[in-house]
């Protein structure tokens, strides 16, 4: 049971470290008490909350059960299908406790739900969460089960079932997009996720009472970062799987406008909810969709300098959003900022592409 856990769940976490402490920095550093309070309310008082609430954690239960099904076909897994031999109570009891270890955040939250329950004389509200937790811990053990009755030691290419009617495009930026939604799906699921969450809490937020621009800058630029995952695999495409591409003669400069491209691209969905909400000015948004491009690359443009796990660019990415919360505060105007940004970036990205090939 220990090599279960470690082996699995251990695994997990550590793998996911990253996420995990952008989720806390969300949830603990911008959120206060009231809107914690605010939202555990709306889930028991609503109509549609539980059916939010249950949304919101099959999502994370599909993140895991993705994790084990992909993990246990590794060969470094193979002693995984020795479960087979364990009784079948034994085995369902043991898969049980490690659903409730890839669950715990579930399960701390539900805690907390029911202790605002209890404290609202609300508890008669509490019983579907009970429900939730028997699905989605019996998904777990369902998925596992399936998986080391069904062992699949490689990946077989299937063929297409579709096949569109006219050729791929001949386009940096379209193999680039591509290959997020096709090999990072799930990367770019969960980094939309936080930023659309964000950007809805951003939102409204504001509407409360009569703020600046500042306010939504520091929010939605908050919500921009969180697409760091997405700028981190680029950098990863681009250095450890599309190799090729380095040796092309293109000039620093087009390869910076195609990257800024791709980066604006890919953060106009969340831009685009803002936009909806109809709450910030047509002008002060562009002012913040300028600001949260220019910071994403100079993460970008970072990494050519540092290169290194996703879970190293923590810190420096903290210690620069502090500094930029600081600046914002200081009335400097946020389109200066964003200009300001996008030079350095561009200047950063000319001075140290390529530079990581050569360990400098």
Request: include cysteine; charged fraction near 15%.
């Amino acid at each position: 049971m220990k090599i279960l856990m470690i082996s699995t769940v251990q695994a997990f976490f550590r793998q996911r470290a990253g996420m995990f402490f952008v989720l806390m920095g969300l949830l603990f550093g911008f959120m206060s008490s009231r809107e914690h309070y605010g939202f555990a309310l709306f889930f028991l008082t609503d109509p549609f909350g539980m059916y939010y609430l249950i949304l919101i954690w099959g999502l994370y239960t599909l993140l895991c059960a993705h994790f084990i099904s992909n993990l246990w076909i590794q060969p470094d897994y193979h002693f995984i299908y020795n479960t087979r031999l364990w009784p079948n109570t034994k085995r369902m009891i043991r898969f049980l406790l490690m659903a409730f270890g890839f669950l715990q955040p579930i399960l701390y939250y539900g805690i907390y739900i029911i202790s605002i329950a209890r404290q609202d004389k609300l508890l008669h509200r509490v019983w579907p969460i009970f429900i939730f937790y028997a699905v989605l811990s019996t998904t777990l053990v369902l998925v596992a089960e399936h998986r080391i009755r069904n062992p699949r030691f490689f990946h077989a290419k299937g063929k297409t079932v579709f096949n569109w009617p006219f050729p791929r495009p001949v386009s940096w930026i379209y193999w680039s997009i591509e290959w997020l939604f096709r090999e990072k799906g799930l990367t770019l699921l969960c980094c939309k996720i936080g930023a659309t969450g964000v950007f809805i809490c951003t939102l409204i937020y504001y509407q409360t009472d009569t703020y600046d621009i500042r306010l939504p800058a520091v929010g939605l630029t908050l919500g921009y970062l969180l697409n760091i995952g997405l700028s981190y695999e680029l950098f990863r495409w681009e250095n450890e799987i599309w190799l090729w591409n380095r040796s092309l003669p293109v000039s620093i400069m087009v390869r910076f406008a195609r990257t800024l491209l791709i980066h604006a691209i890919l953060i106009i969905p969340e831009t685009l909810i803002a936009v909806r909400y109809n709450v910030i000015a047509a002008l002060d948004m562009l002012q913040l969709y300028v600001l949260g491009l220019s910071v994403i690359l100079i993460f970008h443009s970072y990494l050519y300098k540092r290169g290194g796990l996703l879970e190293d660019m923590m810190k420096p990415v903290l210690s620069g959003f502090v500094v930029l919360t600081f600046l914002i505060l200081y009335k400097i105007p946020v389109w200066g900022i964003g200009a300001a940004g996008l030079l350095l970036s561009c200047y950063l990205y000319s001075k140290w592409y390529g530079k990581e090939e050569i360990g400098l």
